[in-house]
C-alpha cells in the first residue's frame, strides 16, 4: 500500500514533493492464521541498487518505512521463532 504525501499542502511545497517523488509504506506482519506478529525484523530491498533499510515492528505488528522512493521494492518479514517470508515484485 503506497500513500503519496503532499496533495493537501501548499502549491510551493507540492511542487516539491512532487519532484522528490517520496513514498510511506506501512503495513501488519500476521501469521497465517491471521494472528499478529510482533517484534518482527521487516526488511526492503530496492530491487535496482540492492540496497535495503530495516525496521522492528510494533506489539501491534504494525511498521512504517517513511519517505521511500517509489521503485521495485522487496519486503521480507522474519522472526526467530517463525518461518521468513518476502514479497515478490
Not at 493537501?8 to 506501512?26: E, G, K, R, Y
Not at 526488511?43 to 511498521?63: E, R
Amino acid at each position: 500500500m503506497w500513500r503519496f504525501i503532499g496533495f493537501t499542502l501548499p502549491i510551493l511545497i507540492t511542487t516539491v514533493n512532487c519532484l522528490a517523488q517520496n513514498a510511506t509504506l506501512s503495513s501488519t506482519v500476521k501469521d497465517p492464521q491471521d494472528a499478529i506478529v510482533p517484534a518482527a525484523l521487516v526488511s526492503l530491498t530496492d530491487l535496482g541498487k540492492a540496497s535495503s533499510v530495516k525496521t522492528v515492528n510494533n506489539q501491534a505488528g504494525i511498521y512504517e518505512f517513511a519517505t521511500l522512493r517509489p521503485e521495485a521494492i522487496r519486503c521480507a518479514s522474519n522472526r526467530p521463532d517463525f518461518r521468513s517470508t518476502r514479497s515478490h515484485p
